[in-house]
């Protein structure tokens, strides 16, 4: 984990927690690709990747309700003379529809991969991870490139932080517990400290002492084998 020593303002701006949002996305579906790829996995570890893959389906089911269901619709009437820009939204959202099916594949593969941990049930899972890491990485490249623009241009500073406000008062304190220490693994620590002062002090607290340390103890154990 980052050290809490380092302080300044993050590079990326307001966009921080998104970043390490998408990175967090990209970086645990390679992760699961190498994990099920290996030879001799357990049905035991099986299922606690599949667990993890549980999660991250999650995440980014919620991640991209969030955007189609309260930021677009924040965002798309600032851009009434701006036909270009408001395709723009509207292929978020197409893309968002596309990656379902995809992840409905992952996960009956993982859940196959759990019952029967063969090399060749691993591998096939593994291509699969690696096609959604494709697709979906060329979305968040395209969301990054084309629709951070536009959000920065429409959203003034008050509003995209009423938006972040109410995304983690979504979350919740349980979600909180596992969010946090995800998107900060690997961050860098003035990103971390950044994203980490718009909570309330309890969360930071708790994220610092509690959540992290944790969250260190059990991905060691996931991908350690």
Same mark, same amino acid.
């Given at each position: 984990m980052a050290s809490d020593e380092q302080? /300044?303002? %993050? %590079? &990326? /701006?307001?966009?921080?927690?998104?970043? !390490?949002?998408?990175? $967090?996305f990209r970086r645990d579906?390679?992760? !699961?690709? @190498? $994990?099920?790829? $290996? %030879?001799?996995? @357990? #049905? &035991? &570890? $099986? @299922? #606690?990747?599949?667990?993890?893959?549980?999660?991250?389906?999650? #995440? !980014?089911?919620?991640?991209? #309700?969030?955007?189609?269901?309260s930021l677009w619709p924040l965002v798309r009437p600032k851009l009434s003379g701006s036909g270009d820009e408001v395709a723009v939204l509207a292929e978020m959202e197409a893309q968002h529809e596309a990656l379902l099916p995809k992840c409905g594949e992952i996960g009956m593969g993982f859940a196959s991969f759990a019952q029967n941990p063969t090399g060749d049930n691993g591998a096939e899972l593994a291509d699969g991870l690696d096609a959604l890491a494709i697709l979906l990485g060329s979305h968040l490249d395209d969301e990054e490139a084309r629709c951070f623009p536009v959000i920065d241009k429409s959203l003034s500073v008050d509003e995209f932080e009423s938006f972040g406000k109410a995304t983690a008062k979504a979350i919740g304190m349980r979600g909180s517990a596992r969010f946090f220490p995800w998107i900060f693994d690997g961050a860098d620590a003035v990103e971390r400290n950044a994203v980490l002062s718009m909570p309330p002090p309890p969360i930071r607290l708790l994220s610092r002492y509690v959540w992290e340390p944790r969250y260190a103890r059990t991905v060691a154990t996931l991908w350690a084998e």
């Open positions: 302080t /300044g303002s %993050p %590079p &990326r /701006g307001r966009f921080t927690i998104v970043y !390490l949002i998408h990175e $967090a579906i390679g992760r !699961l690709s @190498s $994990a099920v790829r $290996a %030879p001799g996995v @357990s #049905q &035991r &570890r $099986a @299922s #606690q990747l599949g667990a993890h893959w549980d999660f991250i389906n999650e #995440q !980014l089911h919620h991640h991209h #309700q969030v955007e189609d269901d």
